[in-house]
């Protein structure tokens, strides 16, 4: 977690400075959060964006296992 709030503070509040209301700030980090959990590429994951990774990944999960008897 502690890596995922200095990736925030290093992509988004820091370059913004200074922010005028806590609104903005609030509305900005909800946009980013968005961004990080829906929209951004991720090279471990193949360069899919983690909820579609997250999906194929339980899709596969729950797919019927296929047996062979000899």
């Given at each position: 977690?502690?890596?995922?709030?200095?990736?925030?503070?290093?992509e988004?509040?820091?370059?913004?400075?200074?922010?005028k209301?806590?609104?903005q700030?609030?509305?900005?980090?909800?946009?980013?959060?968005?961004?990080?959990n829906?929209?951004?590429?991720?090279?471990?994951?193949?360069?899919?964006?983690?909820?579609e990774?997250?999906?194929?990944y339980?899709?596969?999960?729950t797919?019927?296992?296929?047996?062979t008897?000899?």
């Amino acid at each position: 977690m502690e890596s995922t709030i200095g990736l925030c503070k290093t992509e988004l509040i820091k370059p913004r400075r200074p922010w005028k209301t806590l609104s903005q700030v609030e509305l900005a980090t909800a946009e980013w959060v968005d961004w990080y959990n829906h929209s951004r590429l991720h090279g471990e994951t193949g360069h899919v964006p983690p909820v579609e990774y997250e999906t194929n990944y339980y899709t596969e999960l729950t797919k019927p296992q296929v047996t062979t008897v000899i």
